[in-house]
């Protein structure tokens, strides 16, 4: 059974998308915790990010990089932080998380109120440096 970023993957599902390869996608999390969260998803449907094979578990942390660098450089937060919990979706993913201010919660329980329209103008902004 295909899970919801399989869809995403296809384009049967819509998403604000960040960036794409021919391995991985980024795109806003539709429950952010952040202004700025954003997935990385490498396309490969495998449940548990640690049974990724070594070379594709270390291409979606370079791609990761990739979006991370984008996220400081347009959105400019003190960092941008990373989570690795899996539990969600059984689909391996990455949350990279701006982090704007000091003992900002960047617990996946937190929920942040961000608009549509925000959302679509975060992904251009960020989209725009991604360096592929």
């Not at 791609?63 to 991370?68: G, P, R, T, Y």
Request: hydrophobic share 40%; with cysteine.
């Amino acid at each position: 059974m295909s899970t919801i970023f399989t869809k995403i993957i296809r384009g049967e599902i819509p998403c604000h998308k960040i960036a794409e390869s021919e391995t991985h996608i980024a795109f806003l999390d539709i429950n952010p915790i952040a202004e700025g969260h954003i997935l990385v998803v490498p396309k490969q449907e495998t449940d548990y990010i640690f049974d990724l094979p070594d070379n594709l578990l270390g291409d979606t942390m370079v791609f990761a990089k990739k979006v991370a660098a984008a996220i400081d450089k347009s959105l400019k937060p003190i960092r941008t932080g990373i989570i690795v919990e899996g539990l969600e979706v059984p689909h391996a993913h990455i949350h990279l998380v701006p982090i704007y201010r000091e003992g900002q919660d960047v617990s996946l329980r937190n929920k942040a109120n961000v608009s549509d329209e925000r959302m679509k103008e975060i992904a251009k902004i960020v989209s725009k440096e991604v360096k592929q």
